[in-house]
């Protein structure tokens, strides 16, 4: 294997693979960029969701709780 | 507070100027990797979402396009890792009714497959430095290692791609 290899395998790669007709970026993406910083900003992290579940299940069975729970807030 | 100092203290307005200076960047970068308008641009926001979220562990005194550029590669190998996307032929043979043409055709399609069966990291540093031709130390910084491990990288990909192709049946002619 050496510098021929890579020669030859890079020369049948061109051959094979399109080369791409542009990478020019033809439209501005900072609008998609806003939507993307929109979304995000009100998507709940999963570990909350998982707490808010747990405080749920401690009120439905174990009722006695609850002052702790409103002490701890 | 210059723009970076301003960015790196989470300030939208100064993000949006620097997006507007580096999308293009960015954009060319992954879409020489990725080789679809379309994913490239998905991506470039999918850098700078990152970059955002990021900007307290920038130091302005820092290269914000090198940072942004291995974001950016980041984010394209991990659309290399989860598809494994033939690449697009050449247009110039598929409509011709030639059979050598067609076996060239069927050719090209299998070097294709060979190529998208590559490992994403290997796959990543044979597009650019095969494919695209960006010298080993560019691709060295972009990636986070040193250009002796992009070397190594590219060689082996070079011998697995040599391999994928024998188990093919697709021989490799040398140069005399």
């Given at each position: 294997?050496?510098?021929r290899?890579?020669?030859?395998?890079?020369?049948?790669?061109?051959?094979?693979i399109?080369?791409?007709?542009d990478?020019?970026?033809?439209?501005?993406?900072?609008?998609?960029?806003?939507?993307?910083?929109?979304?995000?900003?009100?998507?709940?992290?999963w570990?909350?969701?998982?707490?808010?579940?747990?405080?749920?299940?401690?009120?439905?069975?174990?009722?006695?709780?609850?002052?702790?729970?409103?002490?701890?807030? | 507070?210059?723009?970076?100092?301003?960015?790196?203290?989470?300030?939208?307005?100064?993000?949006?100027?620097?997006?507007?200076?580096?999308?293009?960047?960015?954009?060319?970068?992954?879409?020489?990797?990725?080789r679809?308008?379309?994913?490239?641009?998905?991506?470039?926001?999918?850098?700078?979402?990152?970059i955002?979220?990021?900007?307290?562990?920038?130091?302005?005194?820092?290269?914000?396009?090198?940072?942004a550029?291995?974001i950016?590669?980041?984010?394209?190998?991990?659309?290399?890792?989860?598809?494994?996307?033939?690449?697009?032929?050449?247009?110039?043979?598929?409509?011709?009714?030639?059979?050598?043409?067609?076996?060239?055709?069927?050719?090209?399609?299998?070097?294709?497959?060979a190529?998208?069966?590559l490992?994403?990291?290997?796959?990543?540093?044979?597009?650019?430095?095969?494919?695209?031709?960006?010298?080993?130390?560019?691709?060295?910084?972009?990636?986070?290692?040193?250009?002796?491990?992009?070397?190594?990288?590219?060689?082996?990909a070079?011998?697995?791609?040599?391999?994928?192709?024998?188990?093919?049946?697709?021989?490799i002619?040398?140069?005399?």
């Open positions: 294997m050496n510098h290899d890579e020669n030859e395998i890079r020369r049948l790669l061109k051959d094979s399109a080369p791409l007709p990478t020019e970026l033809h439209r501005d993406l900072w609008p998609s960029m806003l939507r993307r910083l929109d979304q995000t900003s009100l998507r709940v992290p570990w909350d969701w998982v707490l808010l579940g747990a405080t749920v299940a401690v009120i439905a069975f174990f009722p006695g709780m609850i002052p702790a729970l409103l002490y701890q807030l | 507070m210059d723009l970076l100092d301003r960015f790196a203290a989470g300030d939208l307005e100064a993000f949006e100027d620097l997006f507007r200076q580096h999308q293009k960047h960015v954009y060319s970068w992954i879409v020489r990797i990725v679809d308008s379309g994913i490239a641009e998905d991506l470039t926001v999918e850098t700078f979402w990152r955002y979220r990021s900007h307290a562990r920038f130091q302005p005194a820092g290269n914000f396009p090198g940072w550029r291995r950016a590669t980041n984010a394209a190998l991990d659309h290399l890792r989860a598809t494994r996307r033939e690449l697009e032929l050449p247009a110039d043979l598929s409509a011709s009714g030639d059979p050598d043409l067609a076996v060239r055709h069927e050719t090209r399609r299998q070097i294709s497959l190529f998208s069966h490992p994403p990291k290997y796959r990543l540093v044979a597009i650019l430095a095969l494919l695209e031709e960006e010298p080993y130390e560019n691709i060295a910084v972009a990636i986070g290692i040193s250009p002796a491990l992009v070397k190594i990288r590219v060689f082996r070079v011998r697995m791609l040599r391999k994928n192709l024998k188990s093919m049946g697709v021989g002619e040398k140069d005399k």
